[in-house]
């Protein structure tokens, strides 16, 4: 009756984000890449050391597939989030044009109809909930997915075939660090003690990946498998 598909491709789709705080945006933007097999390649600050011909040209060489964009709380830090804007929208117009990034903006909600209203090269701007609705409030989801969308969009013409199996479900294939996110979760409801904190770890030849789960937050990471180079740095960060 359903079928559900996962998979475990690491850094075939490259990712820039860019925010305002590190503490804030930049936080949060780190945490859904993390939840993800996306390379994260770079990502831009409103008060980044570099020059923007320096940012652009970080931009040009990495040819991003997607750009992944937060900053500000609802109603909040509205000048430094078009700040933001125009530089990606600089750098995106200096791409060349044969494949234009897909742009998300998961920030200030209340920049929404301005947002909507910018063109940019071969495409659009999606939007999505604000990732940081509040400064103490984490809102993860509604980004998450949208990238999980667009990155099996983006997988269906990288790799042959993979189309062909994504259409027997009817819901986007899930990154294995999501599925194994999931499968945490449904260990720590069985726990008879009321506040039971669970691990999960993969170990695999391209990655390693770690599904933490502790009073109801959920903690991912996916790293590439160095294991054997430093195992007891490894040990150490777990």
Known sequence: ??????F?????????????LDDVSIASLSKVVNQTHLKHADQIRLNDSRRIDEILSSVINIRPDLILISGGTDNGAN??????LEIILFCINHLPKDRPPEVIFAGNATLSKTIEEIEIKNGKISLVDNIRPTLEKENLTPARNKVNEINSQILNKKIPGFDYLSSYSRS??????????????????????????????DFNKEM???????????FLDVQENNLHLNPDKLVSTI
Do not use: C
Not at 1 to 6: K, P
Not at 180 to 198: A, T, Y
């Open 1 to 6: 009756d359903l079928v559900a598909i996962t």
């Open 8 to 20: 475990g491709f690491l850094d075939l789709v490259s990712i820039i984000t860019a925010g305002l």
């Open 79 to 84: 000048k430094s989030v078009l700040r933001i």
């Open 172 to 201: 986007n294939p899930t990154p294995f660090i999501q599925a194994i996110g999931n499968m945490s979760k449904f260990l720590s409801k069985l726990s008879n003690e009321k506040n039971s904190n669970i691990l999960v770890l």
């Open 208 to 218: 390693l990946l770690f599904a933490g789960s502790s009073q109801s937050e959920l």
